[in-house]
């Protein structure tokens, strides 16, 4: 049970910055919780580990400051539930397509009279049995950041509607949804992303809540918070390692070190249309071609 540091932050209109974890290694959790980022994106919805690993990941990440922002799959109201009980300060929804669906996400995050969240005070929101019930029913009521993610054009048309609903904090505009059922797969200056974007910041303000979405850089970002933008999400931990090491390679690779970059083969052979033909195998002297292409060893004589 712990103070948002996200909510806090908006509370007085300062932005809030968020990176996204996917390694289930408990030090990155505590490495970055301890380092002051406002909150840890913990996808529950695209990547396939327990509840209880992350569980663990949260406990790591408690020695630090960092809200855990829980994505669920859409529709996982129980497995919400458990995630705040351990120990998450907001839940992400994924896929929210109208004001009854975002109602729905604060009926199951929020303790009654908001709503009908269920009780169990022997996790760590508690914590562990420790808390004055009536005292931690309206903490975590005021504490628990409800965002909705706004990811489709259904979504974009009632956005008004959504961002009335009573218990909903954030607006979160995802453009790698949006921009695939578009029909404009991550062309995220297209006109349709942009008035998609346009019209989420508005909705928030006419609203009184707050918005955000991904950023590419702090000029993105600066961009964003002009329009209103708080909740600002950067980067990801699989990403900073992969052009790490990208890195490694174009500064090695100069002084004679090769790499057999399969990743790059496989985005080749889709950008290609299929995998490249391998060369035609040449039988060794008097050996033979097999019917996949393999070499056959000549018979040999009986003796």
């Not at 663990?56 to 539930?81: C, H, Q, W």
């Not at 609903?165 to 991550?186: A, E, N």
């Not at 961009?223 to 390679?249: P, S, W, Y």
Request: glycine residues 8%.
């Amino acid at each position: 049970m712990r103070f948002s540091r996200i909510k806090t932050k908006l509370s007085r209109n300062e932005p809030a910055l968020i990176t996204t974890l996917h390694y289930i290694d408990p030090t990155l959790y505590e490495m970055t919780s301890l380092m002051g980022f406002d909150g840890i994106w913990m996808d529950l919805e695209h990547h396939h580990y327990s509840v209880e690993t992350a569980a663990n990941l949260m406990r790591a990440a408690r020695v630090g400051t960092s809200d855990i922002i829980a994505r669920p799959a859409k529709g996982e109201y129980m497995r919400m539930d458990r995630l705040l009980e351990a120990g998450a300060q907001g839940i992400m929804y994924p896929r929210c397509e109208s004001a009854a669906e975002a109602a729905e996400v604060v009926r199951w995050a929020k303790f009654a009279p908001m709503g009908e969240r269920g009780v169990d005070s022997a996790n760590a929101d508690s914590p562990y049995c420790s808390a004055p019930i009536d005292e931690y029913l309206k903490f975590a009521n005021e504490n628990t950041l409800v965002i909705v993610q706004i990811e489709s054009p259904r979504a974009i048309k009632v956005v008004e509607d959504i961002a009335k609903v009573p218990g909903v904090d954030i607006l979160m505009l995802g453009p790698g949804d949006l921009s695939v059922l578009s029909g404009v797969p991550y062309q995220f200056t297209h006109p349709i992303i942009l008035e998609a974007r346009r019209r989420v910041a508005a909705a928030a303000k006419a609203a009184g809540i707050h918005w955000g979405t991904v950023s590419s850089g702090p000029a993105h970002t600066s961009e964003l918070m002009e329009m209103g933008a708080r909740f600002i999400c950067h980067n990801a931990d699989i990403v900073i390692m992969k052009n790490g090491l990208e890195q490694i390679q174009a500064q090695y690779a100069p002084l004679g070190f090769t790499f057999e970059n399969r990743l790059a083969a496989m985005a080749a052979d889709l950008k290609n249309g299929g995998p490249a033909k391998p060369a035609k195998s040449v039988p060794a002297k008097g050996g033979r071609l097999g019917s996949n292409g393999s070499v056959k060893a000549p018979k040999l004589a009986a003796h």
